[in-house]
């Protein structure tokens, strides 16, 4: 259960920081309101306390952190751009899925 937990932080992590970064990136890119920049900030806030929030080292959870935020910027992709994934996508972020749970959920010593 402790593995569902951890991924299920993950992932809310990872839409924490994708909305902080697709937020200011309406207002550059496609003219939206400035005041996008606010829930943006807010958004990336939150992302950083959530990275908080794991038991293990920082730079563990940062590197099995990358494996989500891959996965999750794929279905984006899919959700919200409206670009469906190819193989080559859904693939690469198996791989990077797979070295997340190397990296959190490999037997370590005391």
């Known amino acids: 259960m402790p593995e569902l937990k951890t991924l299920l932080l993950y992932l809310v992590t990872a839409v924490a920081e994708i909305v902080g970064c697709y937020l200011p990136y309406l207002w550059l890119r496609e003219g939206r309101s400035v005041w996008l920049l606010l829930p943006a900030a807010l958004s990336l806030a939150l ?38 994934p190819t193989t080559w996508d859904v693939l690469g972020s198996a791989v990077a899925l797979a070295g997340m749970a190397i990296i959190m959920f490999a037997p370590r010593g005391a």
């Open 47 to 84: 992302f950083a306390w959530l990275l908080s929030l794991h038991p293990a080292a920082a730079g563990r959870v940062y590197a099995a952190y990358g494996g989500v935020y891959i996965g999750v910027a794929i279905v984006w992709l899919w959700l919200v751009d409206g670009i469906r």
